[in-house]
């Protein structure tokens, strides 16, 4: 039987996945009317793009709320959604988009490849043409030092 640690590990990698996938083929997609508010820089400290940021915290609520009785796999799936939609707002709204200007750009290791790949994700503000979608996980290219 899995343990509770496995658990969390799984909600977090599912997450990195099932996000990459809604990102490529919904946020570019059908839902780019809403996404779209990310790649334009608009005034003000929300944009429409936040949204899905409750709906994936909806999902990690529900599934404790239905799995704290029996501490059972719900719980601590949930508990990995959470730790990853934390860890998605440090490194994507604080570190790379500067939301909340606390850190600096990070120049060398794992933290610049990821800041790479998200430039070179934003680097057109239209919904085709995009590369890198996403955020722990990207290509090794992004990884080479630029010499």
């Known amino acids: 039987m899995m343990s509770a640690i496995g658990f969390t590990l799984v909600g977090f ?10 990102h490529k083929y919904l946020m570019h997609g059908p839902l780019w009317g809403i996404h779209k508010t990310h790649h334009q820089h608009t005034e003000g400290p929300f944009e429409w793009n936040d949204l899905f940021s409750l709906l994936f915290g909806s999902v990690a609520v529900l599934l404790i709320f239905l799995g704290v009785a029996e501490f059972d796999y719900r719980f601590w ?3 990995g959604i959470s730790l990853y939609g934390m860890s998605y707002f440090f490194l994507h709204d604080m570190l790379i988009h ?3 200007k606390w ?6 290791g794992y933290l610049a490849g990821i800041f790479k790949a998200h430039q070179a994700h934003h680097a057109t503000n239209k919904r085709d043409g995009s590369v ?8 090794k290219r992004y990884f080479k030092r630029s010499e």
């Open 132 to 139: 890198s979608f996403g955020l722990f996980v990207v290509p």
């Open 98 to 100: 500067r939301r909340v």
């Open 13 to 22: 990698a599912l997450m990195e996945f099932a996000g990459w996938f809604i």
């Open 77 to 79: 799936l949930g508990i």
């Open 103 to 108: 850190f600096k750009r990070p120049k060398k």
